[in-house]
C-alpha cells in the first residue's frame, strides 16, 4: 500500500454525564483521530490517550506530536507497507502505544477496505454480536449508584462494572448486591487506587460473589497483584500492567492475574492484542474487552475484536448513548444485550462529515 499522507484530527466531544474514576472525572472526551490516505483510499484510526496522563503516561497532546514528529516519518521510509509492518517499523521509538495503536488501525483499516475485507474477519472473529457490559463510575451517594445500575440493566446489559476507590467499595459494592440480587455479573475495577497493605480490606469483597477485580495494585506491581491473588478468593484481573503478549505471559506465570482486560490502545495496536488473546487462550485465561469512551471508529473495532473465541467475558462494548448523545457514526445500540460485529469492510463504519466537523477542534495533514 502506498500512503498518500496521513491527517490528524483532534476532538471535543462532551460526555452525556460526568464519568468519575480513582484518577479523576472527565466531561469531555478529547481525543486524536488518525486518517490514512492510500492510492486505493482511506482508513480511520483513533488514539485513546487522554487528556491528561492520569490512566497512563500518553496524553493527546503528546500523541499528536508523536504521530507528526517521529511515527509519520518513518513509516513514510518503508516500502511497500502494510499493517503488519507498522509494528516492527516504530518499534525503536519507546512506548507510546496509544499513538501507535491509532496509526497502525488506520493503515489497517485502509489495507481492509481496499481488498473488501471486514476486520472481525481478519482477526479471526467467531461471533456475529457480542454480550454487553458497562462501566458505572463513582457517584456522589449510593442512592445514584442504584438509579444508575438500575437504569443499564433495565437498558438490557448483561454485565455492570463498578469503579472503585478507597472509602467507595465495600458499601457501593453491598448495596449492588443487596438491591440487585446475586444474579447479576457483576465486578469491580480499582484503577490502581490500592497498594499491598489494602489486601486484607480487598478480601472484604470475596463474599460478593464478583467476577473479578480489575487492576487493584500499581501497573508494576505484578508480584503484589500474585501476592494478592493468594488472599483473595475474587479473581485479579490486569489491565494497565498488560502491555503487551510478552507482559501478559509474565503475568500469567507468575500466578498475577487469573483474567485480562485487552484494551488494544493500551498495547499498541490490535495486531498485539489478538497476539495477547492467543497467549491467554493458550493457558485458560479469559479475556474481555475493555473500554476507553471510544467514538464508533474505536467502538466498532473493539466490537470486532470482542468476537474471537477467548472473549468469554462481557467486556465494555456498551452503546453509543452511554456516553455520547450524539456519536461521530451511525450509532451503536444494544439489543438484547448485545451490540452486533460490523460487516462491512474494514472497520466497517466511516464517520459522518457533518457530525465529525462539528466536534473537530483543529487538523493537520502530513505528506508522505
Not at 509519520?72 to 502505544?97: N, T
Not at 438490557?156 to 472503585?164: M, Q, S
Request: with cysteine.
Amino acid at each position: 500500500m502506498k500512503l498518500t499522507g496521513i491527517e490528524l484530527r483532534v476532538i471535543e466531544m462532551p460526555l452525556v454525564s460526568p464519568f468519575r474514576t480513582s484518577f479523576g472525572v472527565q466531561t469531555v472526551r478529547e481525543a486524536m483521530l488518525v486518517r490514512a490516505v492510500s492510492e486505493d483510499g482511506e482508513g480511520w484510526g483513533e488514539g485513546v490517550a487522554m487528556s491528561d496522563p492520569l490512566y497512563s503516561s500518553e496524553y493527546v497532546e503528546a500523541s499528536v506530536d508523536m504521530v507528526t514528529r517521529f511515527l509519520a516519518p518513518a513509516l513514510a521510509q518503508v516500502a511497500d507497507l502494510d499493517a503488519s509492518k507498522v509494528a516492527p517499523a516504530l518499534a525503536k521509538f519507546k512506548g507510546h502505544r496509544m499513538s501507535k495503536a491509532a496509526i497502525e488501525l488506520a493503515i489497517l483499516d485502509a489495507e481492509l477496505r481496499a481488498n473488501g475485507v471486514p476486520l472481525s474477519r481478519e482477526l479471526g472473529a467467531v461471533r456475529d454480536r457480542v454480550d454487553c457490559g458497562v462501566s458505572v463510575g463513582i457517584m456522589d451517594s449510593i442512592p445514584e449508584l442504584l438509579d444508575a445500575v438500575g437504569g443499564y440493566l433495565d437498558e438490557g446489559y448483561v454485565r455492570i462494572k463498578l469503579k472503585i476507590e478507597p472509602g467507595w467499595d465495600i458499601d457501593p459494592v453491598r448495596a449492588v448486591r443487596e438491591r440487585f440480587g446475586d444474579e447479576v455479573l457483576l465486578q469491580v475495577d480499582a484503577n490502581t487506587a490500592y497498594h499491598r497493605g489494602d489486601a486484607r480490606h480487598l478480601a472484604r469483597l470475596d463474599p460478593f460473589d464478583l467476577l473479578l477485580i480489575e487492576q487493584p495494585l500499581d501497573e508494576e506491581d505484578i508480584v503484589g497483584h500474585a501476592q494478592l491473588a493468594e488472599v483473595m478468593s475474587t479473581p485479579i484481573c490486569l489491565d494497565e500492567s498488560i502491555v503487551s503478549a510478552r507482559a501478559a505471559a509474565d503475568a500469567i506465570a507468575l500466578g498475577a492475574c487469573s483474567i485480562v482486560n485487552i484494551k488494544p490502545g493500551r498495547v499498541g495496536g490490535y495486531l498485539e492484542a489478538r497476539r495477547i488473546h492467543d497467549v491467554c487462550v493458550a493457558n485458560d485465561i479469559p479475556v474481555w474487552c475493555g473500554g476507553m469512551l471510544e467514538t464508533g471508529i474505536g467502538r466498532a473495532a473493539n466490537v470486532a475484536l470482542a468476537a474471537l473465541p477467548g472473549f468469554t467475558l462481557p467486556g465494555d462494548t456498551s452503546g453509543s448513548n452511554r456516553y455520547y448523545s450524539g456519536d461521530i457514526t451511525e450509532p451503536f445500540v444494544v439489543e438484547n444485550g448485545t451490540l452486533p460485529v460490523p460487516t462491512g469492510p474494514g472497520i466497517g463504519v466511516t464517520p459522518d462529515a457533518a457530525a465529525l466537523s462539528a466536534v473537530t477542534t483543529r487538523t493537520e495533514w502530513i505528506t508522505f
